[in-house]
Structures are given as C-alpha cells and as structure tokens.
C-alpha cells in the first residue's frame, strides 16, 4: 500500500498558477505510474492528468491540455501538477493516486483548489 500526501491548493484568482505536490511512501516510487484527479462540488471525480513510472509518457484530459504540466522526481518520491492560466472551472478537490498495480487504486486526501472570477 501507499501513502499519499497532497499539498499546494490554494485560492488563486483566474489566469493564476499553482504548484500541487503529492509525497508518496510504502512502495518503490519509481515503479508505478501516478495520476492527478479532481472532484468539483456536485460533480463525479474526474481525471485531470497522469504519468508513467519514468517520467517519459504523460496524458491529460482535454480540458487542462496546455495549461497542466504533471511531472514527478523520483529521487523525492514526488510528482507534481503545475497549473497555470486557472479558470474558475479548475476549482475542485485536487487527489493524486498510485497505480501500484496497473489501476488507481490507493489515494491521498485531497487539496482544495479555489479560482476565483
């Protein structure tokens, strides 16, 4: 199992930046993949973006491409999710998870992102 530790939310007014972090321990960091997911009042969880084990593949949904950069340091079994130009419509509970075994399936407690118009 892993352990999962998000901070960096914030309130930010639109077309503002944010840095999230997500502290991992309990397995090998840099073995499994890790995405990011947010939650807005009302609303399912939604995937926002993801990277592989190394680094080297990342995806993002469609309504952060361009703006959201996931990265992670292994080293500091950290990944990260740089959010720039904010939208009010980015204010959402921020989660990230571990795909220790192929699918989310461990999360940490989430970090509250607030854009304000």
């Known amino acids: 199992q892993v352990q999962l530790v998000e901070s960096g939310g914030g309130l930010v007014q639109a077309g503002g930046s944010l840095r999230l972090s997500c502290a991992a321990s309990?397995?090998?960091?840099?073995?499994?993949?890790m995405g990011w997911f947010r939650q807005a009042p009302g609303k399912e969880r939604e995937f926002v973006a993801a990277?592989?084990?190394?680094?080297?593949?990342?995806y993002y949904a469609n309504s952060v491409k361009g703006r959201f950069t996931i990265s992670r340091d292994n080293a500091k079994n950290t990944v990260y999710l740089q959010m720039n130009s904010l939208k009010p419509e980015d204010t959402a509970v921020y989660y990230c998870?571990?795909?220790?075994?192929?699918?989310?399936?461990?999360w940490g407690q989430g970090t509250q992102v607030t854009v304000s118009s």
């Open positions: 998870s571990a795909a220790v075994h192929g699918s989310y399936d461990d």
């Open positions: 309990g397995r090998t960091f840099s073995t499994y993949a």
């Open positions: 990277i592989n084990w190394s680094g080297g593949s990342t």
